[in-house]
């Protein structure tokens, strides 16, 4: 039973380059959560995903970033022309469709670094 | 009013003792609260949890001790392993079901000396 699968788990990418970050919920497990934790704090969230559904973007920037969760594949957080200040670990969460707050798990995170 | 403030920011203890991270929150309408372990390169993992409705929960060496007139939660791990030395992070929601966003604190880093 696999867990939350995010890759790439480590990228670096330059200024003003596309970061793409990749999670695939475990099996069963149909919303997507994806939240940033820059160094020395907590977790923030950024957005609340069903398939096709973009259901909470709350805290998402306004600009450069997107996420998806398409019918078929991994969901993506897309991150456009990166600036130092996007580098951080972003961990995706998944849970069931009528899962409690138990059935929330986290994946082991993507590490982007913007040089 | 979404914040989740949490104490201390690092922590060491000797192995066998008790360690207390503390959390306070001030949106009266958060009703879950979990309690977060991570390890270094890894994503958080679920420990405990409780909602207002009782004021403790244990789970093993694992206790959560609630004041809802406070508005405050605290963690206690008694008889401290080296194993449990990782960052520990409160949370909070409206809701426990899925599709609740957890609000975090700011993180403790645990470090249990041998």
């Known amino acids: 039973n696999a867990g939350v699968m995010q890759n790439p788990r480590h990228l670096v990418r330059r200024r003003g380059q596309e970061a793409r970050l990749r999670c695939s919920p475990m099996?069963?497990?149909?919303?997507v959560y994806w939240y940033r934790q820059l160094p020395e704090e907590g977790l923030k969230f950024m957005v609340y995903?069903?398939?096709?559904?973009?259901?909470?973007e709350s805290g998402m920037p306004k600009e450069r970033f997107s996420a998806e969760f398409p019918k078929e594949g991994p969901s993506i957080l897309r991150i456009q022309q990166v600036v130092r200040g996007d580098s951080a670990a972003y961990f995706c969460?998944?849970?069931?469709?009528?899962?409690?707050?138990?059935?929330?798990?986290f994946g082991e995170g993507s590490w982007l670094t913007v040089v | 009013q979404q914040q989740v403030k949490q104490s201390p920011q690092s922590l060491i203890v000797q192995k066998g003792g008790i360690s207390i991270i503390n959390c306070a929150y001030e949106?009266?309408?958060?009703?879950?609260f979990p309690w977060y372990q991570q390890f270094p390169g890894k994503g958080p993992a679920l420990l405990i949890a409780?909602?207002?409705?009782?004021s403790e929960k244990k789970e093993g060496r694992f206790t959560i001790s609630f004041n809802k007139s406070a508005k405050q939660f605290s963690l206690h791990i008694m008889d401290s392993q080296p194993g449990d030395s990782a960052t520990y992070f409160c949370?909070?929601?409206?809701?426990?079901?899925?599709?609740?966003?957890?609000?975090f604190g700011e993180g403790t880093q645990l470090t249990v000396n041998p």
């Open positions: 949370a909070a929601s409206i809701g426990e079901t899925s599709g609740s966003r957890l609000t």
């Open positions: 969460a998944s849970s069931p469709i009528d899962g409690g707050g138990n059935t929330i798990y």
């Open positions: 409780i909602r207002p409705d009782v």
């Open positions: 949106n009266t309408a958060f009703d879950y």
């Open positions: 995903l069903q398939k096709e559904n973009i259901i909470d």
């Open positions: 099996k069963g497990h149909s919303h």
